[in-house]
């Protein structure tokens, strides 16, 4: 039994965006990934932080979550990427996943999940790359709102957060992201979004008492990292 996390599957299985085509790490990654998560059980739980499927439209995407669903027996928690354009209310993703027999997965969104005594929280998060078309203060605030909603369900106890996007990168970081990160005394952080030449601008290990770790699916080779071991 243990946790589990990765962002970035970026799966394409009913549609034309399979990333084998960038070569390099993500050449064969659907096997990859099927190699990668082959020794988990149904005991485990993996967190995906987002960038889950290239699908448009819930429908579109159903390919991509039947192999999530198939490819270990555990429990499945998500948050949203940026690229997770099939996303909608939590109540229709719900309901569509139940009426396909999709049974393991959780929506990490305004809320908190446990794994044992240890909180664990998060969100989309804000990235430099929304302010090039001018900073969307809505969306951001929204953001804000949807962690710290996250940060308080949580009490008082240890708290892991998930982001999809950095907090922190080489020559950025999101100092309102990072000061609720702060107070509400998370331990570690874990993002994805980071891909190719973009890894080794990764900002990673303890910065002002928050240990933070890349876990995009490509920089950790398709094999979901352990976080915790049993509760």
């Not at 439209?57 to 270990?72: G, K, Q, R, W, Y």
């Not at 429990?75 to 354009?85: P, R, S, T, V």
């Not at 969100?123 to 430099?128: A, I, K, L, N, S």
């Not at 009490?155 to 309102?176: A, D, M, R, S, V």
Request: with cysteine; net charge negative; proline share 3%.
């Amino acid at each position: 039994m243990a946790l589990y996390a990765i962002g970035d599957t970026h799966l394409s299985l009913g549609g034309n965006k399979a990333m084998d085509s960038f070569g390099g790490k993500w050449e064969g990654y659907v096997d990859k990934l099927r190699e990668g998560f082959s020794a988990l059980t149904e005991e485990d739980t993996v967190v995906f932080c987002g960038d889950l499927s290239w699908g448009m439209s819930l429908e579109e995407a159903l390919p991509d979550f039947l192999f999530l669903e198939n490819l270990f027996p555990g429990k499945k928690i998500i948050l949203k990427g940026n690229h997770d354009y099939w996303w909608t209310t939590a109540n229709k993703m719900l309901a569509f996943w139940n009426a396909h027999g999709i049974k393991g997965f959780s929506l990490l969104h305004n809320n908190c999940h446990f794994y044992g005594a240890t909180a664990l929280c998060g969100t989309r998060g804000w990235f430099f790359e929304e302010e090039a078309d001018g900073h969307n203060e809505k969306v951001f605030k929204r953001e804000l709102l949807r962690l710290e909603a996250s940060l308080k369900a949580a009490g008082e106890g240890e708290k892991i957060c998930f982001l999809h996007y950095p907090p922190l990168y080489q020559g950025y970081t999101c100092p309102e992201i990072i000061s609720l990160l702060k107070s509400y005394k998370v331990a570690a952080c874990y993002y994805g979004h980071l891909h190719g030449g973009s890894h080794r601008l990764a900002r990673e290990g303890l910065q002002d008492g928050i240990e933070y770790h890349l876990i995009a699916g490509d920089y950790l080779n398709f094999c979901p990292q352990k976080i915790l071991n049993e509760p």
